[in-house]
């Protein structure tokens, strides 16, 4: 007779070892840690821009008290400054958590059309609270270096090319240690041509269709992260019938958060780590 000392724990290896013979790792013999974790049978919890109740979002001491609170992803935003370089930011335009325009006069200054030299005159922190005074515009290099320390960043491209990504990412030995998302699912198809390895998860708002859907997967991405509002038990049980993980974006209330732990929504992107984190494992610890 098979005697199991600790069920939980048995159980839980056992879904592992379910997931990672699902399509998500189809194409790789020896999955890498980003591919394990998304595998994992417990609800993960991302920290949205960081811990962006807490600090301001898409900074350092965002992403710093995120991997604190035991956030299994941050999540950020990039684009790319006028000389190339990928920074963290979540607009287009650098008005609503920067001083740019007491310090430069005008309005709807846009971050693109500024080189990394002056954006790092810029305080990204004060509009928050003035303890975070002088607070810069992260890098992507400094934003993956501060996460991966504790975590794993989940990397959202507002704007930039594959290639770049791929090539930072490399040259960071980071390729199966991260996870990327957009709503460009081109953009997505781009990157996974280039590193198939990639772990990518296809974001997507509004009516969730089986058309989506099949558009979603053939794009390389086996992580489909839907708009709270259209996410179901019904998506969700789609998404798994087809080897996915569901993930749904961007949730704080609780009682919501329970609601779809108890729909099997396998990972949630929230502004509160802690607390979700705290729902969760209440609501439905482990699978």
Avoid at 82 to 94: I, Y
Avoid at 188 to 211: D, N, Y
Wanted: some cysteine.
């Amino acid at each position: 007779m098979l005697r199991i000392s600790n069920p939980i724990t048995f159980f839980g290896v056992i879904g592992l070892a379910a997931s990672l013979s699902s399509p998500l790792f189809a194409e790789s013999p020896s999955p890498g840690p980003a591919a394990r974790l998304v595998a994992r049978p417990e609800i993960l919890i991302i920290a949205h821009r960081g811990d962006s109740k807490v600090a301001p979002e898409n900074t350092l001491p965002a992403f710093s008290s995120a991997v604190q609170a035991g956030a299994d992803l941050v999540e950020l935003d990039y684009y790319h400054s006028a000389d190339g370089v990928p920074v963290v930011f979540h607009d287009d335009e650098l008005d609503r958590t920067t001083n740019a325009v007491s310090l430069w006069g005008g309005a709807k200054w846009k971050l693109a059309s500024k080189k990394l030299a002056d954006l790092r005159t810029l305080d990204a922190g004060s509009w928050f609270n003035a303890k975070f005074t002088g607070t810069q515009i992260p890098t992507l290099v400094e934003a993956l270096d501060t996460i991966q320390t504790g975590s794993v960043t989940l990397i959202e491209r507002k704007e930039g090319d594959p290639a770049t990504c791929v090539a930072l990412l490399k040259e960071k030995n980071l390729l199966d240690r991260v996870v990327v998302q957009s709503f460009d699912w081109e953009y997505l198809e781009g990157c996974h041509r280039l590193a198939p390895q990639l772990v990518l998860a296809a974001l997507g708002h509004k009516e969730f269709t089986p058309e989506k859907l099949e558009k979603a997967l053939q794009t390389g991405a086996r992580v489909i992260a839907w708009e709270d509002k259209f996410t179901s038990a019904d998506s969700i049980a789609a998404i798994h019938a087809r080897g996915g993980k569901a993930w749904v974006w961007t949730v704080d209330d609780p009682r919501r958060i329970g609601e779809l732990a108890q729909d099997k929504i396998d990972g949630v992107i929230t502004n509160r780590p802690a607390q979700t984190r705290t729902t969760v494992m209440a609501a439905r610890p482990i699978r």
